[in-house]
């Protein structure tokens, strides 16, 4: 304030926000602990960790993505489950910091950019606001800045831990390999979503199904057995779309990535617990089991650096094929189960 005249020079707000440790009853996780904001009317679901922000936003059941908060009065979140179903935003915001725990900590990437960009969650979506191809709220998605995540219609809300990780995974995929989301190439992008989704399912919550997409409100894609739900486990095999002269629009999911991504999803199984047979064209395998860590460093490797880009592309299984082949020679110095069927697994 000026001394002689009394106008106000500057201003100085003395309300601090904090990281506060709150305990979250979850829709579909159980008790967890999570991070919160202390503000002046309670906490919030936001935070900074690491120096980066993870928040979580509801949408009142409309199209319009503004910042109201979900805020509880002692930190003990346990009154959400109402109408609204409003401690589906428990698992989000939950989802989000496993998610950036997971690949921080373990594959030592700092957010889906390596930048520190937030992770950003609405929830209480009515996605048939937001796009006329919604037609329900059984959805969720990432638009390349945030997730958001629909208020269900014939199901829960799709905040479960999987599809939490799934989606922020899709912008680790758009910062290294960035895939075309069409044909053979969508496919491997939406697989590798599930495939990140399966990991830090694993590390967070062991006791849950890790190769079930889902589970948690009704499983819509297997890893182990895609057939299950209709989907491939052999290239041009049983359920395989066919993406020949196939445009790709959103009424055929783009020429079926959601489909065909189960080949990937099923080596990935194989890969990390191992297997034998005949596959749906007459090729017997055998693969042995190099477990989940080693083949997620595979994975890592592959869409980081192997097949890291700058610009959109689209590539094939064939390409993704060579492109893993090479990533495990660079890590391990004998990969049997891409090679050879009697080696041993060591690191370069």
């Known amino acids: 304030m000026d001394a002689i005249d009394g106008r106000i020079l500057d201003k100085d707000s003395r309300i601090h926000h904090t990281n506060s440790q709150g305990t979250a009853t979850t829709r579909y996780s159980g008790t967890r602990n999570i991070i919160t904001d202390s503000f002046g009317g309670g906490f919030r679901l936001r935070e900074v960790r690491n120096g980066i922000r993870i928040e979580t936003y509801n949408m009142n059941n409309t199209g319009t993505y503004s910042q109201t908060d979900f805020v509880d009065n002692d930190n003990n979140w346990i009154e959400h ?22 690949f921080r900590q373990v594959h030592g990437r700092n957010s889906y950019d390596n930048g520190g960009a937030p992770l950003l969650s609405y929830v209480n979506a009515n996605l048939t606001m937001i796009s006329p191809r919604y037609t329900h709220n059984d959805n969720a998605f990432w638009d390349g800045n945030r997730m958001t995540y629909g208020r269900g219609t014939n199901f829960d809300p799709f905040t479960t831990l999987d599809f939490c990780a799934h989606e922020i995974a899709h912008g680790v995929t758009g910062h290294t ?6 044909k053979e190439s969508g496919a491997i992008n939406e697989a590798l979503s599930d495939i990140w989704a399966a990991c830090v399912e694993a590390r967070s919550a062991p006791e849950k199904q890790r190769w079930l997409m889902g589970e948690d409100i009704g499983a819509i894609r297997s890893m182990r057995n895609p057939n299950q739900f209709n989907d491939p486990d052999t290239y041009l095999g049983t359920y395989w779309i066919n993406t020949n002269n196939c445009t790709p629009i959103s009424e055929n999911d783009y020429c079926g990535v959601h489909r065909n991504s189960g080949v990937i999803n099923h080596w990935f199984f194989l890969l990390s617990e191992g297997g034998t047979g005949t596959n749906d064209i007459g090729n ?13 460093r595979i994975v890592y490797r592959t869409q980081s650096v192997i097949l890291q880009s700058s610009v959109e592309q689209e590539i094939g299984f064939a390409q993704f094929r060579e492109a893993t082949i090479t990533a495990a020679s660079n890590i391990f110095e004998w990969l049997c189960v891409v090679q050879t069927k009697s080696c041993t697994l060591h690191d370069n």
């Open 81 to 102: 489950d109402n109408e609204n179903r409003d401690n589906a935003a428990l698992d989000a915001h939950w989802g989000a910091e496993m998610t950036y725990d997971y």
């Open 177 to 182: 390999a960035r895939l075309a989301y069409r």
């Open 284 to 296: 017997s395998f055998w693969v042995g089991a190099i477990g989940m860590n080693n083949a997620a």
